[in-house]
């Protein structure tokens, strides 16, 4: 009797593999709310692990030590940072919000009339009605939907406990669970994976801690040219121009049309012109500063360019909002991009070339063959630490 164990047959593998697969896509689908939940965790962990990294480095704490400095300290950051600003902000927050609150009704008054331009007439009633039914849903709900809105509440505050713990697990196990996933495929190709990885990694990289700075910056741009314009809530609207900066090519429109519409009805405290010039100021200010964070400081603080088609950018911007909102919007070009790089090493594997470019050279890590025994441990200590 041969004590050689069997083997499954090739059939039965390739069984065995659809089977997972379909398994793990309708899990995929039913579980799509806690898919979403892992996602943003996993992307809010990616932005706050170099200071892990950073902390491992400079001092002699174990990864799970950083991790719970960086972790708590985050934690009592977005906690304590808003508590503090909330004096400051009311304020302005109150007067941006009462002006929008008054050109909505401005506009849903004008609306709610024919318009006549031209000799013709103009009717926009439906579109003045749409306008105030929204109006009173946001700012008057009705008392029978109190339940309704505890329950997504309810619903939120334990999806938000989901984040947080994830976050926390996924910083902390990170190693483990990269190592993983290169694990899962053949021993023959881990160097591949590794390689691969590292590309992706870069992606990310750019892109999102661009992404970041750039909002930083933008943010204390606007604030101080609104401010030197003397436009009521200006702290206000430069951190929205920060904010919205996030969300490419969409953002900065909603950024711009909310500044504008503040100086319309408000105008500035000191130049002494009506409210619509002060807001076509307001707007030319906005496309000179825009266009040199377009063209100057996201090239500089970018580093490398993705080099993706800027139509295909817009048109995956428009339905990742449309379909997942804000965070799908500020995911999609990053994820296109590590799609094209994944499609390059598939594309070469296919045709029988090395997988990837520069004469089979590894970009940015060194072929295992090459590494010294010594220096393997060692090695693999710095990467798990990234």
Request: glycine share 4%; charged share 15%; aromatic share 10%.
């Amino acid at each position: 009797m041969s004590d050689k164990p069997k083997t499954w047959s090739m059939s039965f593998r390739y069984t065995v593999a659809l089977f997972i697969f379909l398994a793990f896509v309708a899990l995929l689908i039913y579980a799509h709310e806690a898919v979403k939940a892992l996602i943003i965790a996993a992307f809010v962990a990616y932005l706050i692990s170099p200071a892990v990294t950073y902390l491992m480095a400079r001092t002699k704490l174990s990864r799970t030590a950083a991790v719970n400095v960086v972790y708590f300290s985050a934690l009592v950051f977005l906690v304590g940072v808003p508590a503090t600003l909330t004096p400051i902000f009311f304020d302005e927050i109150k007067i941006v919000a009462q002006d929008l609150l008054a050109l909505s009704t401005e506009m849903s008054r004008t609306l709610s009339r024919p318009v006549h331009f031209g000799g013709m007439v103009f009717h926009f009633e439906q579109l003045g009605e749409s306008l105030g039914h929204v109006q009173d849903a946001v700012l008057t709900p009705l008392p029978e939907e109190a339940l309704a809105l505890l329950e997504t509440t309810s619903v939120s505050v334990l999806w938000s406990l989901v984040i947080l713990v994830s976050v926390h697990l996924f910083m902390s196990e990170w190693p483990r669970i990269r190592q993983w996933m290169i694990e899962l495929a053949p021993a023959d190709y881990h160097e591949d994976m590794q390689e691969l990885y590292a590309r992706l990694r870069e992606v990310w990289m750019a892109y999102l801690r661009g992404q970041i700075v750039l909002m930083v910056v933008v943010g204390v741009v606007f604030t101080i040219a609104w401010a030197i314009m003397g436009i009521p809530g200006a702290l206000v609207l430069g951190v929205l121009a920060g904010l919205f900066t996030l969300v490419p090519d969409v953002g900065p429109f909603l950024a711009v049309a909310v500044a504008f519409a503040v100086a319309l009805l408000e105008g500035s405290s000191w130049i002494p012109l009506s409210n619509v010039l002060v807001a076509v100021i307001v707007f030319l200010v906005y496309l000179v500063l825009i266009n040199l964070k377009n063209f100057f400081l996201r090239p500089y603080i970018m580093g490398r360019s993705l080099h993706m088609n800027e139509a295909l950018i817009f048109i995956s911007i428009m339905i990742a909002t449309i379909l997942e909102g804000i965070m799908g919007a500020l995911l999609i070009v990053p994820v296109l991009a590590s799609v094209i790089v994944i499609s390059k090493y598939l594309r070469r594997r296919v045709l029988g070339l090395p997988p990837f470019e520069s004469d089979d050279t590894r970009q940015f890590s060194a072929p295992a063959h090459k590494i010294k025994p010594k220096a393997r441990n060692s090695n693999r200590e710095k990467k798990n630490n990234s």
